[in-house]
């Protein structure tokens, strides 16, 4: 579709498709049920390829990046949402009183969500892509990125 701005001729952007399911690998390494974003930003992978645990001093960011999350998933209200070429991208904001400052899990979907907009609660699964944790949290927040990302809007 063709429209007119500025006297300029603009594309709109097109519909995206829905999201496919997204299948864990059977082979995947997946964290505990009861892990938490939080959990997550501080453990450090054992040399089997497990998670050892929550170690004081959390971690340099990445360790636990290619772990699936818990196979319940996470929950949280979404903040932002936004569109990066053919692809869904959505914020959620974590509380958590062992987090210090503000830490969000950025959320990339293959497609769209229907019904998934600001202000709503979801629940999500997905792949650790990234764990980006910041030397100074109230500057700039933690960040979980996923992909290979399901998405249920509650």
């Known amino acids: 579709m ?11 952007e097109t519909e995206l498709p829905p999201a496919a399911p997204v ?12 892990t938490t974003p939080g959990d997550a930003l501080r453990m450090k992978p054992d040399g089997s390829g497990g998670i050892a645990g ?5 971690n340099s960011g990445g360790d636990v990046a290619g772990f699936w999350t818990p196979q319940n998933g996470w929950r949280g209200g979404v903040v932002k949402v936004w569109r990066q070429g053919d692809q869904t ?13 503000q830490m969000f899990v950025t959320c990339v979907v293959d497609g769209s969500v229907p019904g998934l907009k600001e202000n709503i609660e ?19 927040p933690h960040r979980i990125v ?4 399901n998405t249920w809007v509650l």
Do not use: H, W
């Not at 299948?23 to 009861?34: K, Y």
């Not at 991208?89 to 974590?94: A, L, N």
């Open 2 to 12: 063709l429209y007119f701005v500025n006297e300029q001729m603009v594309e709109a």
């Open 89 to 101: 991208c959505y914020s959620i904001e974590v509380f958590e009183s062992i987090t210090i400052g």
């Open 122 to 140: 979801v629940k999500f699964t997905g792949r650790i892509r990234a764990v980006e944790r910041s030397s100074d949290p109230m500057m700039k």
């Open 23 to 34: 299948v864990m690998p059977a082979d995947a390494f997946v964290l505990a049920d009861g």
């Open 54 to 58: 929550a170690l004081p001093g959390g």
């Open 146 to 149: 996923l992909d290979s990302v």
